[in-house]
């Protein structure tokens, strides 16, 4: 069936240093939504990816759609404290299918 | 605005009994979506509403889970009889309607154990 697989499961860094989470799909996607889940709460969503290699920045965050629709990653820029959770991408594969969640990528962080 | 309100946002049963949790979405919202998230998972789809018609339950185990929004507005899921293993976080989300551009708001989930 169709799946959105993540990587990596976990990432351990130290405050300051960059993080990069990517979400892959054998299918092409319709579009791509990221979430975010702190620890103990629920999903937030972040942002929303429909055109082929299409870049999206919010502050310390970096969202690209691969151009194949395919692919998808966040990279956040010199990681806070605040930024610890789990991140999720979620994919759609067309208008009429479900979102797909893949499997989150779990981010703590040493201060 | 109110966000998603869920409740119970826990409940500890035994297994074979029932259980019922309640959504109410964002007012509004058109749109209502229930998951299941097991510990180290992303969420799960169960049911999609398009205000009171389920749209998308194939995910949803028929011989034990049942949901309905009546009105199309609040929702309830429930489990009869629950089993070990349906212990997970339930969230309900909404959004104002579906198709692709749509962003959902998730409510704070129950927590459900079975013992």
């Known amino acids: 069936g169709q799946q959105v697989m993540q990587i990596p499961q976990y990432q351990h860094v130290q405050e300051g240093e960059d993080f990069t989470t990517y979400c892959n799909s054998s299918?092409?996607?319709?579009?791509i939504q990221w979430y975010k889940q702190r620890p103990g709460g629920h999903p937030v969503f972040l942002i929303q990816?429909?055109?082929?290699?299409e870049v999206k920045k919010q502050k310390r965050l970096t969202f690209q759609f691969g151009e194949a629709k395919k692919n998808s990653s966040l990279h956040i820029t010199a990681t806070q404290t605040t930024d610890v959770g789990t991140y999720f991408c979620a994919g759609r594969y067309s208008s009429a299918s479900k979102i797909i969640f893949g499997s989150g990528t779990r981010l703590s962080i040493r201060p | 605005e109110a966000g998603v309100v869920q409740s119970p946002r826990y409940k500890i049963i035994e297994k074979k009994q029932p259980v019922a949790f309640w959504c109410n979405p964002i007012?509004?919202?058109?749109?209502l979506y229930w998951y299941r998230q097991n510990l180290g998972q992303g969420p799960e789809l169960l049911i999609r509403y398009e205000n009171e018609e389920a749209v998308d339950d194939s995910q949803l185990p028929k011989d034990r889970f049942s949901a309905e929004r009546l009105k199309g507005v609040d929702s309830t899921l429930k489990i009869q009889p629950a089993e070990l293993g349906d212990s997970a976080v339930y969230l309900c989300?909404?959004?104002?309607?579906?198709?692709?551009?749509?962003?959902?708001?998730f409510g704070p989930g129950t927590r459900l154990t079975v013992l």
């Open positions: 989300a909404s959004s104002l309607e579906a198709g692709l551009a749509e962003e959902q708001y």
């Open positions: 299918t092409t996607l319709s579009n």
């Open positions: 990816l429909v055109k082929s290699g």
């Open positions: 007012s509004g919202h058109n749109t």
